[in-house]
């Protein structure tokens, strides 16, 4: 008789019954983490991807509520810094109780665009190297060089690998990754934003929107065309806040300057009356 093992005799050995129960609960805790997690914190919506991305807060709400603790090994490391050149490869093991339950893999590297490169008003007169001319979202017209300072961003590099290998390891609890995917962007924007930190009132006057119906339109203008619109914009949850930024320099401009006339209303954040409008 032969002790090879098949589909078939695998399906003989299992208990149907046992199966369908387990598959309800799976379903059970699925909608309890659903429930759970709020949008924004602990997930978000990346568009172009069918399911909402679990952000490291939720992956830690989730381990919480499963009992769940994180051990984390480093597969591989490199850190050379005369190359200025950094990766990591980490598995994280997710244990309840002793006992290892999922696991998950993740890297990071300093040759990822994010951290490789860095978008800057003007060239600096110093500069050697490529550059090349982009225009954002908002329309505004930026220089990406490369980044002189990636030693910087050693440990930020270091988190990422292991949020990665987080995020993988929690998508394997209770079939998570049918109702979540897996986030890679999550922390780390910090470049993008220190850029909006930086933000000057003329770059603000003419950041322009990328949707809806007054795509295309520089703020400065929005704001004497369609006061309500930009109220409306201005209270939104799902504004973009650099959007909310430069709309609030605007009107602090606006009032500074005394520039306002009998037949114009300029928006008023704290107005946040009336516009049903849709994006």
Not at 216 to 231: M, P
Request: hydrophobic share 35%; net charge negative.
């Amino acid at each position: 008789m032969s002790n090879e093992i098949n589909a078939l005799s695998i399906i003989d050995t299992v208990e149907i019954d046992n199966i369908a129960n387990t598959m309800a609960k799976i379903q059970q805790m699925q909608n309890v983490v659903q429930k759970t997690l709020k949008k924004g914190h602990d997930f978000g919506e990346v568009p172009g991807t069918s399911k909402p991305t679990l952000l490291k807060p939720g992956g830690e709400k989730i381990c919480m509520l499963f009992g769940l603790n994180p051990e984390y090994e480093f597969l591989k490391t490199i850190e050379d810094y005369d190359k200025e050149f950094f990766s990591y490869n980490i598995r994280c093991t997710l244990f309840r109780n002793g006992q290892p339950v999922a696991q998950g893999v993740g890297s990071c590297n300093s040759k990822e665009k994010k951290y490789r490169y860095i978008n800057v008003d003007k060239v600096p007169e110093n500069y050697v190297g490529q550059s090349e001319e982009i225009t954002d979202k908002y329309g505004r017209v930026k220089y990406k060089i490369n980044n002189s300072d990636i030693c910087s961003l050693v440990n930020t590099i270091l988190k990422m690998a292991k949020k990665r290998a987080f995020i993988d390891a929690v998508l394997q609890v209770a079939s998570l990754s049918e109702v979540f995917t897996q986030d890679v962007e999550d922390m780390g924007d910090f470049i993008q934003q220190e850029q909006d930190a930086t933000l000057t009132l003329e770059q603000a006057k003419n950041l322009k929107l990328n949707f809806g119906k007054y795509k295309g339109t520089a703020l400065n203008d929005l704001v004497h065309k369609d006061a309500g619109y930009c109220d409306w914009l201005y209270a939104g949850d799902k504004t973009d806040p650099v959007i909310k930024k430069a709309l609030d320099m605007i009107l602090k401009d606006a009032t500074e300057q005394n520039d306002k006339t009998p037949e114009e209303e300029p928006f008023d954040p704290d107005d946040v009356h009336k516009y049903d409008g849709q994006p």
